[in-house]
């Protein structure tokens, strides 16, 4: 099939990349020239585990290629999926003017019949808009499909290629027998591919991401109050994960979730609901919760330090000439998105109460220098980030993070004092050791 994706994001490239894995002709399209031009060298701009190799495979193979050029994208194509950002407006609903925008330029090329696909997180009542915009431009005849898109960073390539279903919302019989042909190589039996209304479909990927942020905040509500009344919320998550109606995903303690969905898409559908008369009491909780949760590992290192250890007299604040360690600066492990990170809040934090800050992340100290530039240190060694440090915080629970040599990571720093704010060491252990342990919930 001749496939174009206009915009060639993170959504946008997984996706032309994985429908060009299943032998389709795709064209990537994007008005970034520096970006394509990058593509187009086989430099990949984002950070995603497996995606370098299949996009050299199926470039050099003559399956995808890249360009700047909309009007050869639109004409060459009979599926083209629009993955444009919408970026959130001050008062959180989502800006679609690049989503309309790239609608207008395909009804202007249009040549034929186009069957045109919303990948962007878009609110419901989107393909309306869509339609209208393409209609303003063309004679030609078309269909407005919603399918939204279920990518985890750091597994999108296997997300894409056996995903554990594919949402359509269409509003006639053709187009939703085209989707399904394009779909049905990724699901041979084709019982996971969902066919429904359009408005249902995006609904549905609001919905999936603001449930799944009820469930980080939650937990982290609970982990709050084990704090409080000396409990362990390591032991109560596995006492309620067990429960097959709750499940483990997702109930995992820690300072916050972040990136490019779950912030937005949480602030977009309570954006929605109000200007449809609908109060999103509960959703409102899930972000106010979120905020104060990236706050919290800031604030335990404050008030240690408040508590006398190691302050100094003549300091207006405890963290004056204090070095912090922070381990992880994504918002998750396996990618370099540090979209609405904690680490960010955690960092500002730390800077604004005077303390110098040592960074180490795998892969995203080149994005952390946009948001801190030179005032913080940046070392591509994790133990030399903790030499002479009063503090690690570990914020990102990256695999070499989990099991590190604990009698070193003692002899570098001043103090063994440790801030483990997704809770992936036995704090026994540690203590044993000598350290000073602090978790997420835990006794």
């Known amino acids: 099939m001749k496939i174009a994706v206009i915009g060639t994001g993170y959504v946008g490239?997984?996706?032309?990349?994985?429908?060009?894995?299943?032998?389709?002709?795709?064209?990537?399209?994007?008005?970034?020239?520096?970006?394509?031009?990058?593509?187009?060298?086989?430099?990949?701009?984002?950070?995603?585990?497996?995606?370098?190799?299949?996009?050299?495979?199926?470039?050099?193979?003559?399956?995808?290629?890249?360009?700047?050029?909309?009007?050869?994208?639109?004409?060459?194509?009979?599926?083209?999926?629009?993955?444009?950002?919408?970026?959130?407006?001050?008062?959180?609903?989502?800006?679609?003017?690049?989503?309309?925008?790239?609608?207008?330029?395909?009804?202007?090329y249009m040549n034929g019949y186009k069957v045109v696909i919303n990948k962007s997180t878009v609110p419901v009542g989107t393909a309306d808009k869509v339609r209208a915009a393409i209609k303003s431009k063309t004679h030609y005849k078309f269909d407005v499909v919603s399918n939204p898109e279920f990518l985890k960073e750091g597994a999108a390539i296997e997300d894409f290629l056996k995903p554990d279903r594919v949402v359509i919302g269409v509003d006639n019989s053709r187009a939703a027998a085209l989707m399904e042909d394009l779909y049905t190589p990724l699901l041979r039996k084709g019982d996971?591919?969902?066919?429904?209304?359009?408005?249902?479909?995006?609904?549905?990927?609001?919905?999936?991401?603001?449930m799944l942020a009820t469930k980080i905040s939650?937990?982290?509500?609970?982990?709050?109050?084990?704090?409080?009344?000396?409990?362990?919320?390591?032991?109560?998550?596995?006492?309620?994960?067990?429960?097959?109606?709750?499940?483990?995903?997702?109930?995992?303690?820690?300072?916050?979730?972040?990136?490019?969905?779950?912030?937005?898409?949480?602030?977009?559908?309570?954006?929605?609901?109000?200007?449809?008369?609908?109060?999103?009491?509960?959703?409102?909780?899930?972000?106010?919760v979120n905020e104060q949760q990236k706050n919290l590992l800031s604030t335990m290192i404050l008030q240690h330090f408040s508590r006398g250890a190691g302050k100094s007299r003549n300091s207006r604040s405890p963290l004056a000439g204090k070095t912090i360690a922070v381990w992880g600066l994504s918002f998750k492990p396996k990618t370099d998105d540090m979209r609405e990170a904690p680490s960010v809040v955690i960092i500002e934090n730390l800077l604004r109460a005077g303390a110098a800050v040592n960074v180490h992340d795998p892969v995203a100290m080149q994005e952390a220098r946009k948001f801190f530039k030179n005032k913080i240190k940046y070392l591509h060694v994790?133990?030399?980030?903790?030499?002479?440090?009063?503090?690690?915080?570990?914020?990102?629970?990256w695999s070499e993070f989990r099991t590190p040599d604990f009698r070193k990571?003692?002899?570098?720093?001043?103090?063994?004092?440790?801030?483990?704010?997704?809770?992936?060491?036995?704090?026994?252990?540690?203590?044993?050791?000598?350290?000073i342990y602090y978790g997420i919930g835990r006794n």
């Open 218 to 288: 939650f937990i982290n509500e609970i982990s709050s109050i084990c704090a409080s009344l000396d409990a362990d919320i390591d032991s109560v998550r596995k006492g309620m994960g067990y429960d097959r109606r709750i499940g483990f995903e997702f109930l995992f303690p820690g300072v916050g979730y972040g990136g490019s969905c779950f912030p937005k898409d949480v602030k977009a559908l309570v954006r929605t609901a109000k200007e449809h008369g609908v109060d999103a009491k509960v959703l409102k909780s899930v972000e106010a």
């Open 409 to 435: 990571i003692k002899r570098l720093m001043n103090r063994p004092v440790i801030f483990d704010g997704r809770n992936i060491y036995n704090k026994v252990e540690l203590r044993k050791l000598g350290f």
């Open 192 to 210: 996971r591919i969902l066919i429904m209304d359009i408005r249902s479909a995006e609904m549905t990927k609001y919905a999936s991401n603001a």
């Open 13 to 108: 490239l997984v996706t032309g990349t994985c429908l060009a894995e299943s032998g389709n002709n795709v064209i990537c399209m994007d008005i970034d020239e520096r970006k394509i031009a990058l593509l187009k060298s086989g430099i990949v701009p984002i950070y995603e585990p497996g995606l370098e190799e299949l996009i050299k495979r199926n470039t050099s193979h003559g399956r995808l290629s890249f360009t700047t050029d909309m009007a050869k994208a639109v004409m060459m194509s009979d599926f083209i999926f629009i993955a444009v950002g919408t970026p959130p407006g001050e008062d959180g609903s989502a800006d679609l003017k690049y989503v309309t925008g790239a609608a207008r330029k395909i009804g202007k």
């Open 382 to 397: 994790d133990y030399d980030a903790i030499k002479g440090a009063d503090a690690l915080a570990v914020v990102t629970e």
